[in-house]
């Protein structure tokens, strides 16, 4: 183990970690062990997601690359990554997108690869997806296709 005089000894301190084995005994490892580990890169921060206020109607189309998250009215086509209808948001058009969360009122054709009717849903169109899931209480007419890349 540690004596006292090498820990309280002043000077130049040792960059390590002590590791201990399992009989008891501590060794030091040298920031030139460490060297030789995979770096890994801090992942990157998502931006957030665009927001259309409860208060604002769109009349037209809206395409992102990122996220939408829709809480206000939308006549037109919505085309994003991920899309979030929200509670008190209408959309009058088709929406396409990778995910599709849909807790308002859609009027129009869904196509997603994941599609998700919350219990508060009122979606009246066709919905094309590869996986969906619709929980209770939520409103459908229409009706639904299973295809491999629904986004074509």
């Known amino acids: ?3 006292k005089s090498q820990i ?3 000077g130049p301190k040792q960059t390590g970690v ?3 084995s399992e009989a008891g005994a501590a060794s030091a490892a040298t920031e030139e062990t460490f060297s030789q580990e995979i770096n890994v890169p801090a992942p990157k921060p998502q931006p957030s997601p665009s927001f259309l206020a409860a208060d604002l109607t769109i009349i037209g189309d809206l395409s992102s690359t990122g996220d939408i998250q829709l809480e206000g009215t939308v006549k037109g086509n919505v ?3 991920l899309l979030t209808v929200g509670q008190q948001a209408i959309v009058e058009g088709e ?3 990778d995910d599709v969360v849909i807790t308002g009122q859609v009027i129009g054709t869904v196509r997603g690869l994941k599609v998700r009717l919350t219990s508060t849903a009122q979606v009246k169109g066709d ?3 590869k996986v969906i899931a619709i929980e209770s209480g939520a409103h459908f007419e229409g009706s639904v296709r299973r295809v491999e890349n629904p986004l074509s």
């Open 8 to 10: 309280n000894e002043p």
């Open 18 to 20: 002590a590791h201990v």
């Open 95 to 97: 929406i396409i997108a």
């Open 1 to 3: 183990m540690f004596s």
């Open 79 to 81: 085309r994003a990554h």
């Open 127 to 129: 919905i094309i997806r």
